[in-house]
């Protein structure tokens, strides 16, 4: 039984096997049958399918995310011109700036990096030199917009070594007119002490080179200008002083005491010191108390020690609230002008001139069609311009010709010096009344102009340099400024002599063009300078004179002044051109004798008219014997004693008789 039941599941176990060795075969059947390859047209069709959906994808994906950065990039790209522009007026100056943290500045890494731009800049700076590459000095020094490249490589030139390559900067800036207000902001900013002035002193200058001045410090509490004015005087020091300096300060300061008193309840009174200015009894007290006090100023400013201490105690930045305070006013403006030309005679003050913002007042000064105006701005730029200036112009002697920079070689020199009464530029004008000159003044120059020789002769002689000089006379001791000053001829030609040297007068040929007692002070001068080695040149470079009714041998104003001395009171001038005047006659047989071992060319003019003085005198100021000086022609002319250096019009006989004689006379020197 036992061995049925064994073989029984024996049987089962193998049937059991077969069937699974059977099902496994199956199944490893219809895997090879799966395996075996399809149709081959089925296969094509799959792929092509297959890669249709790929690319599909691909290019629908694509073509949304280009879309997208486009959209987006369109979006960064679109910009508000109005913020542009406002970008634009915006200045940057670039400083080196170090870092606060020590390791970036003492760590190995900014070490290398300094070490390798160093290296860097040599190499280039090398190559800049040996191979003069245009590009050179861009690279190796800034790293700017392409547009930019010009107005910082300008910049750059401005500063160079070479002081002609510092001048043809200037130039170059000078005659753009193409930049936005932006870039020339960035040259008023980034730009040195001497490319601004040098700017300043450039005819075709853009006045955006020119920043505003700084804002001006506040007034005191419980202070006016005019009391601040007066602290201003009263702070220099009052020993030591000539005379003259010394009334002018006690009379400003007098005069500004009854002024404030007068603003804080008091009366105001003209009496003491102000009785020679009978003008002041029409003005307005503050007004003319700050004359006062910049007449002074004028005076202690012609010491350099006092110049120092005009500028320490805020000066320059009361001046400059004065200026513009008064613009309407031309008198007190010129006298301030006159501070600051003076102040800038001392080089070590010229820095601190510029930053106070006074150069740009300057340039737009020189540019105004007020010739006075705008020779008081010229002689103070030139004075500060020591870049392409040796001269240095004193108080009362003024440039007419060239106020800029030029390059038209000046070959001579031609001085204008005015008589009793006269100034530098009124003297000087075209003939006509004053209702006429106003009228006129902002008209053509070539049709009337307030000073000939600045307006035509620069102009018919643009070679010259045309210099005018102003001092201080008198007809009579009560209209004189300074009750002490008894100047005469002697002292006077020695005191212009000595601003004329400093001038550069002497290093070129010269003419002398004089009227009135102007001619008394040219032959003084001339003889005093042959006494003195260091004048040889100015004897030696005059070509010829030129005297406009000059009295050689006395004037009848100064016998009529005497005779009625009680009213007149006749100045000392005055008294020095009677005809017994020995001092006249010495003068006249010495300069006769000098002029003729020189062989100075001469030539004379004399009025032929009678002159009103006043309303109610009429007098032949300068008879045709007197203005005979004993050599050159001797040229009546059919006018009186005022207008006989003021030709009508630019044809008219007296300006082309005076430019022939100039044009003759210094033939060989302009030709050369």
């Known amino acids: 039984m036992s061995s049925i039941l064994s073989t029984f599941h ?4 193998f049937s059991h096997q077969r069937m699974s060795l059977a099902a496994y075969c199956v199944i490893c059947c219809r895997r090879i049958r799966t395996l075996t390859p399809p149709p081959k047209s089925t296969t094509y069709w799959r792929d092509i399918r297959n890669l249709i959906k790929f690319t599909g994808s691909l290019i629908l994906g694509g073509s949304l995310f280009l879309t997208y950065e486009v959209l987006a990039l369109k979006k960064s790209l679109t910009l508000d011109t109005q913020v542009v522009e406002k970008e634009k007026m915006k200045s940057y100056i670039y400083v080196h700036t170090v870092s606060l943290d020590k390791r970036e500045n003492y760590g190995i890494t900014y070490q290398a990096r300094k070490e390798l731009h160093k290296a860097l800049r040599k190499v280039l700076a090398t190559s800049a030199k040996i191979l003069r590459g245009p590009f050179a000095d861009t690279f190796s020094t800034v790293d700017v917009e392409d547009h930019e490249c010009a107005v910082w490589l300008l910049l750059r030139k401005s500063q160079s070594g070479d002081r002609a390559a510092r001048l043809q900067a200037v130039q170059e800036m000078s005659e753009t007119h193409h930049w936005q207000d932006y870039q020339y902001r960035i040259i008023a ?15 075709e200058s853009d006045l955006r080179f020119f920043l505003p001045p700084p804002p001006l410090p506040s007034l005191k509490e419980d202070s006016s200008i005019e009391e601040e004015l007066r602290q201003l005087l009263a702070s220099l020091p009052q020993t030591e002083l000539d005379e003259c300096i010394q009334y002018f300060t006690s009379l400003a300061l007098s005069e500004s005491s009854q002024s404030l008193a007068a603003q804080k309840g008091g009366l105001w009174c003209f009496g003491g010191n102000g009785l020679p200015y009978a003008e002041s009894f029409g003005e307005v007290p503050s007004a003319t108390v700050e004359m006062f006090c910049l007449e ?94 040796q001269e240095k112009y004193q ?35 075209q003939q006509d009344s ?17 000073c000939w020789p600045k307006t035509w002769l620069a102009r018919d002689c643009p070679a010259l340099r045309i210099i005018s000089v102003e001092y201080d006379t008198s007809l009579s001791d009560w209209r004189t400024r300074c009750p002490m000053e008894r100047k005469s001829i002697a002292f006077r030609s020695n005191e212009l002599l000595r601003k004329l040297r400093a001038a550069g007068v002497g290093d070129r040929p010269v003419i002398w063009v004089s009227h009135s007692m102007g001619g008394l002070l040219v032959k003084k001068m ?43 009171f006749p100045s000392l001038e005055v008294k020095e051109l009677s005809k017994d005047s020995p001092a006249l006659k010495t003068l006249q047989d010495d300069f006769l004798e000098f002029a003729k071992d020189k062989n100075f060319q001469v030539l004379n003019f004399v009025e032929t008219l009678p002159t009103y003085i006043g309303s109610m005198i009429k007098l032949h100021v300068v008879p045709v014997e007197s203005a005979d000086l004993g050599i050159g022609d001797l040229i009546p002319v059919d006018v009186d004693h005022l207008n006989i250096c003021k030709p009508k019009k630019k044809d008219a006989f007296l300006y082309q008789r005076t430019l022939q004689f100039i044009c003759e006379t210094l033939a060989k020197d302009l030709e050369n």
């Open 10 to 13: 024996f049987c089962r176990a």
């Open 189 to 203: 900013q980034a730009c040195d002490l001497r490319t601004l002035i040098g700017l300043a002193r450039s005819k």
């Open 296 to 389: 002074a100023l004028v005076k202690h400013s012609e010491i350099p020690t006092h110049c120092d201490k005009i500028e320490a105690n805020g000066g320059l930045q009361l001046l400059q609230r004065l200026y513009q305070l008064h613009k309407d006013c031309p008198k007190i403006q010129r006298n301030i002008m006159r501070i600051i030309g003076n102040m800038a005679l001392n080089e070590h003050l010229h820095s601190t001139i510029v930053r106070s913002g006074w150069v740009s007042i300057l340039a737009e000064a020189v540019k105004s069609h007020r010739i006075m105006e705008a020779s008081h701005a010229a002689r103070t730029l030139a004075n500060l311009d020591r870049e392409t200036m």
């Open 395 to 429: 108080d009362g002697v003024y440039v007419l010709h060239p106020q800029y920079r030029t390059s038209q070689p000046i070959k001579a020199d031609v001085l204008f010096i005015h008589g009793l009464m006269g100034a530098a530029f009124k003297t000087w004008r």
């Open 434 to 450: 004053e209702q006429v000159l106003t009228e006129k003044i902002l008209e053509d120059e070539a049709s009337y102009t307030t």
């Open 526 to 568: 001339l003889l005093e300078a042959s006494k003195k080695p260091e004048m040889s040149t100015v004897i030696n470079n005059t070509r010829g004179i030129i005297f406009y009714s000059v009295p050689h041998h006395g004037s009848h104003l100064a016998e009529y002044s005497v005779n009625i001395r009680y009213l007149l």
